[in-house]
């Protein structure tokens, strides 16, 4: 096992991001795991990047392409992990689409966790905010019925972001 697994497996938060500051030599191999279907680190090395990445990092940017593609084959948790990952990225204008129908089958979804969704949502902001022919389509995902099944506290941030993007309810 690699020293990337092993810290991956035994690491709490600080811990992992304090391996993975002083080894920065391990990325290659972390954005490798958080692309893959191994189940046992796929979504720990994504949430991994999450907590390391910059805004836009240049070290992801040739791979958002097939982050988007791998979405629909992977786990929600890792999913999610992912869409974390491209909520913080450039889209390339030819994965735009693809991204945005994938996060509103998502949305669209209510019986899926809420945090999975209101990561799909932030998608659907950022995509909609460069189009603004989509207004109409993002106040029909802002009726009730997509906000119901939502808990308290994620029901409050996804109102937060509406507000954010100007969308009326």
């Known amino acids: 096992m690699s020293e990337l697994k092993t810290a991956l497996a035994t690491k709490y938060k600080s811990g992992l991001v304090s391996f ?17 279907d191994d189940m046992d680190y796929a979504f720990g090395a994504a949430w991994a990047i999450t907590l390391i990445m910059e805004k836009n ?7 958002v392409a097939k982050m988007i593609r791998i979405l629909p084959h992977r786990k929600d948790g890792h999913r999610r992990a992912l869409l974390m990952i491209l909520r913080n990225m450039e889209i390339p204008e030819a994965s735009e689409g693809e991204l945005f ?15 999975l969704r209101s990561c799909a949502f932030q998608n659907i902001l950022r995509i909609a905010e460069k189009y603004p022919d989509l207004q109409h389509e993002i106040q029909f ?7 119901e099944t939502l808990t308290k506290g994620v029901r409050h941030s996804v109102r937060l972001m509406m507000k954010e993007y100007d969308i009326q309810q």
């Open 101 to 115: 129908d994938f996060c509103v089958s998502i949305w669209e979804t209510t019986s899926l966790a809420p945090a």
């Open 141 to 147: 995902l802002t009726e009730e019925k997509y906000l």
């Open 57 to 63: 990092d240049s070290r992801l940017r040739d791979c």
């Open 20 to 36: 993975l500051q002083a080894n920065p030599g391990c990325f290659d191999e972390l954005l490798q795991l958080a692309l893959s």
